[in-house]
């Protein structure tokens, strides 16, 4: 099938923004994409038609526009786990004071589709639409522990270990034998592999055909939630991680 080279260079150029770089010159998105300013401003020009990019009127640098906010509602706002994952979620932030979260995997990394934040606020940089690492976090690593062999070699292929702490997994033998202890114990944690100071457990959600289809995760800060907290929280996050599988059709074996 062949690649419309117009449609493929607008697509990089959106794939440039993200947390660190919001907004970019027209000389960077140059530098970067290896074109020409005058072929670089039409296709802005065209992405900024039809709301995909905007152009801040205070220094003139591009960001993303607001028609992929839409866009992102509309494709979230009809995932059918999600409006069922909410209520799971608000009771459990509510009952612990955590921020709780529901994770998918898209390619080789984890997406938060909801979130519920806790009183106690503990985790501020989470947001949906975040990007995970799966080698990195809880949720990561049960999205990825109960793929079968064949699926999980094909998201690994390539793969970067990156050390984010001292504590990061930064092998794939050191991955793989987590995702063993994952299936075993029936949860993952990531023990400030992601975040120092942070510790996250994260659930499996099941599906009716018995796949696990996303995560459910409760994050902390070590300097606020004990060992005995946090063994309370894990338990309560299983029991809502398989009542809402229950609800999506999965029955216990």
């Known amino acids: 099938m062949p690649i419309i080279q117009s449609v493929e260079r607008a697509l990089q150029i959106l794939d440039l923004f993200n947390e660190q770089a919001t907004e970019l010159k027209i000389t960077e998105i140059s530098k970067q994409m290896g074109l020409s300013k005058s072929t670089l401003h039409s296709l802005l020009k065209t992405l900024q038609l039809h709301g995909y990019i ?33 209520s799971w979620l608000t009771t459990l932030s509510q009952e612990t004071g955590q921020t709780t979260h529901l994770g998918i995997l898209d390619g080789n990394e984890g997406v938060y589709i909801e979130k519920i934040e806790g009183k106690q606020a503990a985790i501020a940089y989470s947001r949906i639409g975040r990007r995970l690492p799966v080698h990195a976090t809880a949720i990561g690593k049960v999205l990825l522990a109960w793929l079968s062999e064949e699926e999980c070699a094909a998201v690994l292929e390539g793969y970067v270990y990156q050390g984010f702490t001292s504590s990061t997994l930064t092998s794939r033998a050191s991955l793989l034998a987590a995702l063993q202890e994952t299936r075993s114990n029936g949860y993952a944690m990531d023990n400030e592999e992601n975040e120092p100071g942070v510790r996250c457990i994260a659930v499996p959600v099941w599906n009716h055909e018995s796949r696990v289809i996303a995560a459910l995760s409760l994050s902390t800060l070590t300097s606020r939630v004990n060992d ?11 029991d809502a991680g398989l009542g809402l599988s229950k609800t999506l059709g999965y029955r216990e074996r």
């Open 228 to 238: 005995d907290s946090l063994e309370t929280y894990r338990q309560m996050l299983i």
């Open 54 to 86: 905007d152009q801040n009127p205070e220094n003139g640098k591009y960001r993303l526009g607001m028609k992929l906010v839409e866009r992102g509602h509309f494709v979230v706002g009809t995932m059918d786990i999600r409006q069922k994952a909410k």
